[in-house]
C-alpha cells in the first residue's frame, strides 16, 4: 500500500507539473517529456553518468570521513564530561557555520583541489553527525555498565556487547541525515569550485538559461539519492529496530 500511495503521488506531481507546462513559458518551465529527452540524449552521450559518478564519488569520500571522524568525536563527547566542555562551543560555531562560507574557506586555504572540496563537505557534515552520536553515547543504559562491569568485560568486549548495540539507532539516524545534507553541499561546492560533477553540470546550464538541463540534472541525481536511502539506508534501519 505505501508503495502505490507513493507512486500515485508521483503520478499526481508529473499531471500537475504537465498541466503547468502547457500555460508556462517553455524557457522557465519546460514539460516531463522535454526534461526527459534531455536525460536521454545526456546519457547517449555519456556525460550525465560521468558527471553523476563523479558526484557520487565525492559524496561517498566526505561522506565516509565524516561518520568515521563523527561517530568517534560524538562517543568521547558523550563519555567525557571534560571534553564535551572543552570542544562543546567550537562544534557550535562550526554547526552554525553556513556551508557557504566553509566551502569559500576551504577554497582559499587549501585551493581549487579535490582536498578542499572533500574538506568542505566533511566539515559541513560532521558537526551533525557528533552531536547525535553525543547523545547516544550520553544514554547508554546504566545496568548494562553495571553488568559490564561486574563481569569483568575487557574494552574490546565492552565496545562489541555493550556500546556498539546501544548506539547503532543513533548511527543509522545519522547516516540517513548524513547523506542528504552531503549530496547538497557537494553540488554547492562542485559548483563553486570543480570542473565537473552534478554540480558543474547545474551551473554550466544555468549561465546558459537551460532550465531543462538544470531540471534533468537535478531530478536524475535526486532520483539516484533517493534509491540508496530507499534501497540501503531504511533495510539497514529496518534490520537495526528489528534486531533491538
Partial sequence: MALLARLAS???????????????DVRTLPSPAAVAAFIGREAQKGDLF????????????????????????????GRSKWADQILDTPLLVILNTPALVITVLAYVWLGLTETAAIVAVALNKLPNVAVIMREGARGLDPGLEEMAASYRFDRRTWIGNVLIPQLQPFVIAAARSGISLAWKIVLVVELIGRPNGVGFAI???????????????????MTVMLAIDTLILQPIDAHVRRWR
Avoid at 503520478?11 to 507546462?21: E, G, H, K, M, T
Avoid at 565516509?64 to 568521547?76: D, E, P, Y
Avoid at 538559461?209 to 541525481?221: E, N, P, R
Fill in 10 to 24: 508521483l503520478v499526481v506531481l508529473l499531471v500537475l507539473w504537465q498541466a503547468v507546462s502547457v500555460y508556462a
Fill in 50 to 77: 560521468f558527471n553523476v559518478g563523479i558526484t557520487l564519488m565525492r559524496v561517498a569520500i566526505s561522506f565516509v570521513i565524516a561518520m568515521s571522524l563523527g561517530c568517534l568525536l560524538g562517543i568521547v563527547l
Fill in 203 to 221: 551551473n554550466y546550464y544555468f549561465q546558459l538559461f537551460d532550465v531543462t538541463a538544470v531540471i534533468g540534472y537535478s531530478l536524475v541525481f
